[in-house]
């Protein structure tokens, strides 16, 4: 079904620090993984994709691990900066298209 | 890349009138669109995928006949809310991918922030 965020965990980190985002998605038939960042009163923003015949994929300071086996999927940020506050939502997608946002979670910096 | 843009970026209008929000897909064709609601500290949720030349599908739950989509050419959809109620104050957001492109990364409208008073 579709993913429903009721509230938004939290993660504070230290600045310079490097953060990791979590993500459990629900379709075993999603092949297409996204991480989003969502500034307040802003869309969406891409910051990193992965296929299902990838389990790791790099872009600047972040990298996205794909777990299959277990349904999960997580973002590293290297060397947390403050302007990577923000909302971070993980989708899916079969490659037929709709995208299933995963319920996101708040990044903080602290100083 | 490619872009995406919402107008109007925020409305307010008076309940039991309706809202008309423009999708554009700038540099791109865009067969299909989608159409988003996120309430305050929840996820996107998606209400509907808008299909060039034909009729949009919904998601469960979502009217048909409240929110009327519109997908007239292939950069541009509109979603207008009917008969807007405050509890259908919300921000809205589309999106559209470029399966032209180099990937099939999905770019979103920046939003509107819609409130019905």
């Known amino acids: 079904g579709e993913s429903v965020g009721l509230h938004l965990p939290t993660l504070s980190v230290q600045e310079g620090d490097n953060s990791i985002i979590n993500c459990a998605y629900s379709n075993s038939a999603s092949d297409y993984f996204i991480w989003y960042k969502q500034e307040s009163g802003k869309g969406p923003q891409f910051i990193i994709d992965?296929?299902?015949?990838?389990d790791k994929r790099q872009g600047q300071r972040v990298t996205v691990l794909l777990n299959k086996t277990v349904k999960h999927l997580s973002l590293q940020i290297a060397a947390t900066q403050p302007g990577d506050s923000a909302v971070y939502f993980c989708?899916?997608?079969?490659?037929?298209?709709?995208?299933?946002f995963g319920q996101g979670t708040r990044l903080t910096i602290n100083p | 890349g490619a872009v995406v843009s919402q107008h109007p970026s925020w409305v307010i209008c008076k309940s039991g009138t309706s809202v008309k929000i423009e999708c554009r897909s700038l540099?791109?064709?865009?067969?299909?669109m989608f159409w988003y609601r996120q309430f305050p500290k929840q996820s996107l949720m998606l209400m509907a995928t808008s299909n060039e030349g034909s009729k949009a599908t919904y998601e469960q739950g979502v009217e048909k006949d409240k929110f009327l989509i519109n997908h007239a050419s292939l950069t541009l959809s509109t979603l207008t809310v009917t008969s807007a109620h405050p509890e259908d104050s919300s921000f809205y957001i589309c999106s559209a991918r470029d399966w032209g492109g180099a990937s099939t990364e999905a770019f979103f409208g920046q939003g509107t922030r819609l409130t019905v008073v």
């Open positions: 540099d791109f064709q865009a067969t299909t």
């Open positions: 992965i296929r299902s015949n990838m």
């Open positions: 989708a899916e997608s079969p490659l037929s298209q709709k995208l299933v």
